[in-house]
């Protein structure tokens, strides 16, 4: 079956743009998760949707936002981009509560911010 | 305090040889899930092997192995008979069923290079 799929792979933007990924989770999935990953704060929670709904939100400035459709397939905005946004973005799928399998990520989208 | 501790930035390891990954985790929940992840140069994150707290038995899958220690609040990850492809960052996390249960917290990481 297919896995999860993040668009685009690469990316290339400027100080103060915004910019919108895009994340399709495995079919049957309802459950969403984004994390940005740096070499210097490594692996980092950036949020969880299910049914279209945030249920938990990490640590971030309000300049990331996201939502997740009908679909299950979900966005992430940052807007007013900064160098130190410049990452590997990660989407995860799993069903509801993840269990004893986890979660499944796609390959990432990287973010340069010049 | 740090939740998940990965002391060992980078490993080498003998083709065919065992090695075993370090991972220390902090948390007052009872119930909780351990992770262990591996990503390729690709960037893609891989599900490797599950533990959780109430789970009796070390967690094997095929090569993988769990080195569960609750007391000890340890969960180091063993890849017997290494191979090339093994060659990775490996990532240990936790998934706490408490507030915030939707998210994994992960460690920094470790490098394990297979030498041929």
């Known amino acids: 079956k297919a896995g999860v799929t993040q668009t685009p792979r690469y990316l290339i933007k400027t100080r103060g743009q915004q910019v919108t990924l895009s994340c399709s989770p495995i079919?049957?999935?309802?459950?969403v998760s984004w994390y940005q990953q740096t070499p210097g704060q490594g692996l980092q929670f950036l949020f969880e949707y299910f049914s279209e709904t945030q249920r938990n939100k990490g640590n971030f400035p309000g300049r990331f936002s996201g939502r997740q459709f009908s679909n299950s397939r979900s966005e992430m905005n940052v807007s007013t981009l900064e160098l130190g946004d410049s990452a590997l973005y990660l989407c995860?799928?799993?069903?509801?509560?993840?269990?004893?399998?986890?979660?499944?990520f796609g390959s990432g989208t990287r973010l340069t911010v010049v | 305090a740090q939740k998940i501790t990965q002391t060992q930035p980078g490993m080498f390891v003998q083709e065919k040889e065992a090695v075993t990954l370090d991972c220390t985790y902090d948390t007052s929940d009872q119930s909780y899930g351990l992770f262990w992840y591996k990503q390729p140069s690709s960037g893609e994150m891989i599900f490797l092997i599950y533990q959780g707290s109430y789970d009796e038995q070390n967690a094997t899958e095929g090569r993988y192995s769990l080195n569960f220690q609750k007391a000890r609040k340890s969960a180091n990850l063993v890849i017997s008979a290494s191979q090339l492809g093994d060659s990775a960052m490996y990532f240990c996390a936790m998934r706490e069923q408490g507030a915030g249960s939707y998210q994994l917290t992960f460690g920094k990481g470790t490098k394990l290079s297979v030498i041929p």
């Open positions: 079919s049957g999935h309802r459950s």
């Open positions: 995860a799928s799993s069903r509801e509560f993840g269990g004893r399998k986890g979660y499944t």
